[in-house]
Nanobody, 124 residues
């Protein structure tokens, strides 16, 4: 069982920066992708950033050019660097890890793991 623990959220003024961290347990994992999602009050959860195992990244339109996702395997940690924060970035941010598992007969299955979330509030 993989566990994810986020940290780094808090209150920041508009235009400020934050770095979120997500430490994941387990060694020898075949990680297909890691990602950060966010959910604002009364809104659906949306993708902020995803880092795929081949090194490619996907960003939500509203965060492109401001957020950067990265991963440090030595520390089992995924980061979300957030710059030029806006009030509309206020949300609970969730870390997501997708594990790839080989099937006995060939092929793969994928298992999603989620952290408990960390609150980010952008306000003056």
């Amino acid at each position: 069982q993989v566990q994810l623990v986020e940290s780094g959220g808090g209150l920041v003024q508009p235009g400020g920066s934050l770095r979120l961290s997500c430490v994941f347990s387990g060694s020898g994992l075949d990680i297909a992708a890691v990602a950060w999602y966010r959910q604002a009050p009364r809104k659906e959860r949306e993708l902020a950033a995803r880092l795929i195992s081949d090194g490619s990244t996907i960003y939500g339109d509203s965060v492109k050019g401001r957020f950067t996702i990265s991963r440090d395997d030595d520390k089992n940690t995924v980061y979300l660097h957030m710059n030029s924060l806006r009030p509309e970035d206020t949300a609970v941010y969730y870390c997501n890890l997708v594990q790839r598992k080989s099937l006995p007969g060939g092929g793969h299955s994928f298992v999603d793991y989620w952290g408990q979330g960390t609150q980010v509030t952008v306000s003056s």
